[in-house]
């Protein structure tokens, strides 16, 4: 029979990563407990109108990259391509904006976008999502970013991360710029790839986004949002800055930093590395105060992020090592066997990990075994020590060997594991 594959941009994370993915997990739950979030899980697919109303009807990810399906009932489902319009849903329809604010969330998870596969890119891919709502003050921005960092710090990849910090505005200052700017894109509209010329009509910012190198010297001549703020986003911008330099978070101002989705308004921040090539964003967020309120909700401010996973774990690539048994029993016979499953049962119950040969073949190649799994520790049994109670205790490490009484196994060998951590 032929063999299925996975589809296409959709892939296992295998044994051998999963320790990484633990990593980042743990590190996550860790950082953000510390900085009062909590975690929130959320459903995997919604009603389409709230990422079409959400995300924003002319975003590449709604118009192009969801998975949209009509179910038995007739109804348009889609999974989720991203988790803020689905958390955000979750706060208005549970009333968590009764609690006291800012509400602070966290959840980790599958997203789904149809985009073209490539190193980094992925059609599911997991996110670590980030969301405080209840709270429009710069400092705040300032702190959620410098818990970004902390996260990576956490991770040791401190350095080899970047953030880039930007302010788009608001509703009163970004239509001016964007009337200028389409106007600026418009004398240029030769010059600009096929896909920008598009969107100079319909969503001109997303220009500044662009990586042809075609469009980069238009781009860099290009108007600077910076310039062009209202007073009270200059302000916020400004003490999101002063609060980052307290925080002694470094960053890089960038006018040109525009993101995917619609429901950004002021602050806007990516982390980059320079080691993944064009997906080079580990993560992504922004301030989206009015969204609550797009998606029915009191008039919340908000503010969040989230980091992709699967880039993270290509940072983190080989640093991570699984963690084998502890300890490796090697019964010689049955009646051995049965003596040893009973004593690997034991050192689990007392918080050992223990494993068993339940077929064993010659010493040698169950040592070699024991050696293939780094295990630490091996016990063997034979029929002359079983008839003596004892049992021979073998260090791995330095090939070290001695009896000890099988009565004595279990306290002897979580002594060791106690010594070692
Ligand atoms: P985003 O920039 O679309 O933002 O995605 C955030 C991060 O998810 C990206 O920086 C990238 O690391 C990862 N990512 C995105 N698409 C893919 C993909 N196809 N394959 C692998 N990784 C990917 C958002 O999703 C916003 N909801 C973030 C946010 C939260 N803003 C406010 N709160």
């Not at 200052?173 to 418009?186: D, E, G, N, S, T």
């Not at 500044?208 to 911008?237: N, T, W, Y």
């Not at 101002?253 to 990516?270: A, H, K, N, Q, S």
Request: with cysteine; charged share 25%; glycine share 8%.
């Amino acid at each position: 029979m032929k063999a299925i594959q996975a589809v296409r941009g959709v892939r296992d994370i295998l044994p051998a990563e999963t320790p990484t993915w633990q990593a980042m997990e743990a590190g996550a739950r860790k950082v953000f407990e510390l900085y009062g979030y909590r975690e929130i899980r959320l459903p995997l697919f919604e009603r389409t109108e709230l990422f079409a109303r959400g995300i924003g009807e002319t975003t590449d990810i709604v118009e192009k990259e969801m998975y949209t399906f009509v179910d038995h009932s007739g109804e348009s489902l889609s999974l989720r391509p991203e988790a803020t319009a689905s958390l955000v849903r979750a706060y208005v329809e549970h009333r968590l904006h009764a609690h006291p604010k800012p509400v602070r969330l966290y959840t980790i998870g599958p997203m789904f976008r149809y985009e073209r596969p490539q190193a980094g890119r992925y059609r599911q891919f997991h996110q670590i999502n980030v969301e405080a709502l209840g709270t429009a003050t710069p400092t705040f921005d300032a702190e959620i970013v410098q818990m970004l960092m902390a996260f990576f710090a956490e991770l040791k990849l401190g350095e080899r991360v970047k953030l880039h910090i930007n302010s788009i505005g608001d509703a009163t200052c970004r239509p001016a710029f964007r009337a200028w700017l389409r106007a600026y894109l418009k004398e240029n509209l030769t010059r600009l790839c096929e896909e920008c010329r598009a969107r100079v009509e319909r969503n001109p910012l997303r220009v500044l986004d662009c990586k042809k190198p075609e469009c980069q010297p238009v781009i860099e001549q290009a108007p600077s949002i910076l310039d062009h703020l209202c007073p009270p986003c200059h302000e916020h911008f400004d003490r999101v800055c002063h609060y980052l330099n307290l925080f002694k978070v470094q960053y890089i101002v960038t006018p040109r930093l525009v993101r995917g989705l619609d429901y950004y308004v002021r602050t806007t921040f990516e982390a980059v590395t320079g080691e993944l090539g064009a997906q080079n964003a580990v993560a992504g967020g922004g301030r989206y105060d009015g969204l609550v309120e797009l998606l029915g909700g009191p008039a919340d401010p908000g503010i969040g992020f989230a980091i992709g996973m699967e880039r993270v774990a290509l940072l983190l690539k080989g640093e991570q090592t699984s963690t084998f048994a502890f300890v490796f029993l090697i019964p010689l016979g049955e009646p051995a066997l049965e003596r040893c499953a009973e004593l690997a049962k034991d050192l689990r119950a007392v918080g050992v990990a223990a494993e068993l040969t339940h077929a064993p073949r010659k010493l040698r190649a169950e040592l070699d075994l024991a050696n293939q799994l780094r295990v630490p520790y091996v016990l063997i049994l034979g029929d002359d020590e079983l008839a003596r109670e004892e049992a021979t205790l073998r260090d791995m490490t330095t090939g070290d060997q001695r009896a000890i009484p099988l009565a004595g196994v279990v306290t002897e060998i979580r002594g060791l594991q106690g010594q070692q951590t």
